[in-house]
């Protein structure tokens, strides 16, 4: 069911600076009027698409009052290793804790034979010169030996604290203090955005000539790092991304083959990096090197160059026997990426984290394939696995696809091979269809089943390999947010709520209004009311899934809700003719 994400589009968007896209052939960095490549083609919608679920630009606002509302050769991969909101926000990475260990006992590397017990020396006349012999040299050893056993143990101590130590603690929330509240301008803007990423906060508004204006600032202190307007204007702007050293900026234009500008700017200046035009039905993914652009229009994905704009390479979407093109493209999610922020959708709001940069396309023919998203290399494929309207789910080494004929089957693909699947789940009858399937831990798929349509029977399935499945209800709710192990299921009917369960099924946090996004693994954010391009109060509230309730913060005093956008301590959002920045967890 489609979701608003807080930071969306103005009225009539379809496509955010990370998930909508466009039309135009990539190549050369283009100066501020010229599109890299050449023009793009006459617009049109690709036939037979399939639209993708709304989503919404991080930290966008716009004026008007609308509620809240990813066949060439195979590549063997031992060659070639595959790398790596808006109410959203992108938190800070963690470092990887599978570090190698074993036990060793406390006597490891004392002399072999040592009883604690100092023996004499042998019977023997030193050598002449030589150093003394006896009972003080070979206890001076034995101290030495034991000195470095004592080191071994206290090394593979604190490996074990580092491996079993909890990766996404509780935060300490706090009462909302406002940390800074940069201009915008003399007036109301038509539209505000927002974007937070680590350390930096993007701002941006829209300016009387139509121009977009963005402010990066430090998001500690507030401090303003620069102020740039775009070098083109738009009547109406989609929203912005933070990315790896750059920001992408959207506009938005009405219906999908209308093209609109996709500009790069540097993180760094400001200055624009390149420019490109898309369509709104088109998707945009991104590593720290690379943008992979899905253009339907013109039925292709293709690579291009972070830093410029230049295209790397380029692979035809594969064609069904009717000649249809429609093409569906997931990312293959990281533990990194999904244990940081995430939009309101769950899309985490950095995806590049970790190991990533991989796609999987499925094809109109229902062929899949694994793309380096880097190189464009095509590093596995299979016929006859998804159809392009099937839910498809990919995350580390699995591949999830539910197989909708006479009933459904949840099935499991190992990446690494993809071979024969696993068959994780099938519905007892015809008459369940599932829906909002997610990755909920290691080799584990969770997902909605409606029962003969009634969504008041709603239930939770969640299926692990070699485990079978665990169901428990969830009525009337309509998508699913993976916080860890944790699971939090949304609804929007009768009223916007939310409730958090636990690994097994036990509902951590019932029934709580409004809406709630993931700050990491272990924390979510809670709003009270769903986000809204109104200037208004909003409740905010924190909680650690393993916490009794959740900690009341406050109130975000005069926001645009939709234009708010976090990280794991500070929360930036639009007002009238400034912007605000909050901290609710840590220290100053």
């Known amino acids: 069911m489609p979701q608003q994400t807080p930071g969306h589009a103005p009225a009539g968007a379809h496509a955010s600076p990370g998930d909508a896209a466009a039309h135009g052939t990539p190549g050369q960095p283009a100066t501020p009027h010229q599109t890299p490549g050449h023009a793009p083609a006459t617009p049109h919608q690709a036939p037979g698409h399939a639209p993708a679920t709304p989503y919404q630009a991080p930290g966008h606002a716009p004026a008007a009052q609308k509620s809240a509302g990813d066949a060439a050769g195979v590549v063997d991969p031992a060659a070639k290793t595959a790398t790596a909101a808006t109410l959203p926000r992108p938190a800070p990475t963690r470092p990887d804790p599978y570090l190698p260990g074993q036990a060793v006992s406390p006597a490891a590397g004392t002399a072999a034979g040592w009883s604690g017990v100092p023996r004499s020396a042998p019977p023997v006349s030193p050598a002449p010169g030589g150093g003394p012999t006896g009972p003080g040299r070979s ?19 604190a490996t ?9 603690p509780a935060l300490e929330f706090r009462t909302l203090d406002v940390v800074a509240t940069p201009k915008a301008g003399a007036e109301r803007a038509p539209a505000v955005f927002t974007s937070v990423l680590g350390d930096r906060a993007y701002l941006a508004h829209q300016l009387a000539d139509d121009r977009l204006e963005v402010v990066a600032v430090d998001a500690g202190s507030g401090d303003e790092l620069w102020r740039k307007a775009t070098p083109v204007g738009a009547q109406r702007w989609a929203g912005i991304r933070a990315l790896p050293g750059g920001v992408a900026v959207l506009a938005d234009e009405s219906g999908d083959s209308t093209p609109r500008d996709l500009l790069v700017l540097d993180a760094g200046s400001g200055n624009q990096r390149w420019r490109l035009s898309v369509h709104g039905d088109d998707d945009l993914h991104y590593t720290r090197d690379t943008v992979v652009w899905v253009d339907r229009t013109g039925d292709r994905l293709v690579g291009l160059r972070m830093r410029d704009g230049h295209e790397e390479w380029r692979r035809d979407s594969p064609r069904d026997e009717y000649g249809s093109n429609r093409t569906r493209v997931v990312r293959v999610g990281t533990p990194e990426a999904l244990g940081g922020a995430g939009f309101v959708t769950g899309a985490p709001t950095a995806p590049w984290l970790g190991t990533g940069g991989r796609l999987v396309q499925v094809g109109a023919d229902r062929s899949v394939r694994l ?3 880097d190189s464009g290399d095509v590093l596995r494929s299979r016929p006859n696995v998804a159809d392009v309207d099937d839910l498809v789910v990919a995350y580390a080494d699995r591949l999830y696809v539910t197989e909708d004929e006479r009933g459904y089957r949840l099935l499991g693909y190992d990446l690494a091979s993809l071979g024969e699947p696993d068959v994780l789940y099938t519905a007892p009858d015809d008459g369940r269809r599932p829906q909002s399937l997610v990755a909920c831990g290691e080799h584990r798929a969770c997902l909605l089943e409606v029962p003969d349509g009634e969504t008041a029977r709603t239930e939770v399935v969640a299926a692990t390999e070699g485990e079978g499945s665990r169901h428990w209800p969830a009525p009337e709710a309509d998508g699913l947010v993976p916080v860890g192990e944790h699971l939090l299921a949304r609804r929007d009917s009768p009223q916007y709520s939310v409730t958090l369960f636990d690994a097994d099924g036990r509902a951590v946090l019932p029934d709580r209004d409004g809406v709630a996004v993931r700050l990491d693994a272990g924390n979510v954010l809670l709003f009270a009311e769903p986000p809204s391009t109104a200037e ?14 959740p900690f009341e913060m406050g109130e975000l005093k005069d926001v645009r809700s939709e234009s708010c956008s976090w990280n794991a301590s500070v929360i930036a959002c639009g007002r009238e003719q400034d912007f605000v920045l909050y901290r609710f967890a840590g220290d100053d």
């Open 139 to 157: 206890r001076r050893g034995l101290w030495i030996a034991l000195g470095a056993g004592l080191a071994v143990v206290g090394v593979l101590a």
């Open 536 to 549: 208004d109060d909003r409740s905010l509230a924190g909680l650690a899934v393993g916490g009794k309730s």
């Open 160 to 168: 074990v604290l580092w491996l079993t130590r909890d990766r996404y």
């Open 371 to 373: 793309i380096d998203m």
